[in-house]
């Protein structure tokens, strides 16, 4: 995956692909320095919600075994429905920084633009900061 603006400067590496789901999330859970989860980049497709977007029952790609994820935006100054307000139809998708901590919760520090669906289509896989020990 290409830096995108917005993103950190730090060297990321490909880890585990976004599919299947269930072994996306046992990487994620493995993504620790000691007990302090890594630094990790993900794309994220918002669920359409009752008015807006949503940031429960995000997906992490667009796979149909994708996991189902819970964002916590609350670090970001413009939170991710905001930034959403840009998405007219669906997917709305995110390329997201941050780190799993852990019951499917992804806490988000770091959010560009909405992608493209062409760039979201291009994304297979997570990314770490530094080594991922893969």
């Known amino acids: 995956m290409e830096k995108k603006p917005g993103q950190s400067s730090g060297t990321f590496v490909q880890g585990a692909a976004l599919s299947p789901g269930d072994k996306l999330v046992a990487w994620l859970e493995a993504q620790k320095i000691g007990s302090e989860a890594k630094l990790v980049r993900v794309p994220v497709v918002l669920a359409k919600a009752q ?71 291009k994304l297979a896989h997570a990314e770490v900061e530094g080594e991922s020990g893969n």
């Open 51 to 121: 008015v807006g977007w949503g940031l429960s029952g995000a997906k992490l790609g667009t796979a149909g075994d994708a996991a189902t994820v819970d964002l916590d935006d609350t670090a970001l100054g413009i939170g991710i429905g905001q930034k959403a307000r840009k998405c007219k139809e669906a997917p709305c998708a995110f390329l997201v920084e941050g780190y799993w901590a852990g019951g499917n919760k992804l806490r988000v520090v770091k959010a560009g633009e909405p992608l493209a669906a062409d760039e979201l289509a």
